[in-house]
């Protein structure tokens, strides 16, 4: 079942060991706080197996510098929770793109990231290449 607040929704791929947000809109600093929480609690029982995040930014608008630092702490504490790749979803947005790299970038955690049109793709992506 599906979890939102405010711009964003948390929920579990069926059947995988995958949890995708998708934001709509303008985001805040407290629900990127609320999006890490919720995301590691459904995550928490895949942290020795290991999991993936899919973050479906396709309807978002871009972040400024706060919210880009709290993405960073974000990528951080997801890596150290088990996630073994990030997978974005940002339709045809270069700017969504460049920002979502930035950001994995100045997280230093060399965590294994695609950037996606689809979801689809995206789902692809993690079965195919990162077997998860």
Same mark, same amino acid.
């Given at each position: 079942?599906?979890k @939102?607040n405010?711009?964003?929704?948390?929920? =579990?791929i069926? !059947? $995988?060991?995958?949890? +995708?947000? @998708?934001? /709509? !809109? &303008? @985001?805040?600093?407290d629900? =990127? &706080?609320?999006?890490?929480?919720?995301? =590691? %609690?459904s995550a928490n029982?895949?942290k020795q197996?290991?999991?993936?995040?899919i973050?479906?930014?396709?309807? +978002?608008?871009? /972040? *400024?510098?706060?919210? !880009?630092?709290?993405l /960073?702490? +974000? @990528?951080?504490a997801?890596?150290e %929770? !088990?996630?073994?790749?990030?997978?974005? /979803?940002? *339709?045809?947005?270069? +700017?969504?793109?460049?920002?979502?790299?930035k950001?994995t970038? $100045?997280s230093?955690? *060399?965590?294994?990231? *695609?950037?996606?049109?689809t $979801?689809?793709?995206? =789902?692809?992506w993690?079965?195919d290449?990162?077997?998860i």
């Amino acid at each position: 079942m599906a979890k @939102t607040n405010g711009a964003q929704t948390v929920e =579990l791929i069926t !059947g $995988r060991k995958i949890v +995708m947000s @998708t934001g /709509v !809109g &303008k @985001t805040n600093i407290d629900e =990127l &706080k609320w999006l890490t929480e919720t995301v =590691l %609690a459904s995550a928490n029982s895949w942290k020795q197996t290991g999991w993936a995040y899919i973050a479906d930014c396709s309807q +978002m608008s871009p /972040v *400024g510098p706060a919210e !880009g630092g709290e993405l /960073v702490k +974000m @990528t951080k504490a997801f890596v150290e %929770a !088990g996630c073994q790749a990030f997978a974005f /979803v940002e *339709g045809n947005s270069i +700017m969504l793109k460049i920002q979502a790299q930035k950001n994995t970038q $100045r997280s230093e955690t *060399g965590i294994m990231e *695609g950037h996606f049109a689809t $979801r689809e793709e995206a =789902l692809a992506w993690l079965k195919d290449e990162i077997k998860i």
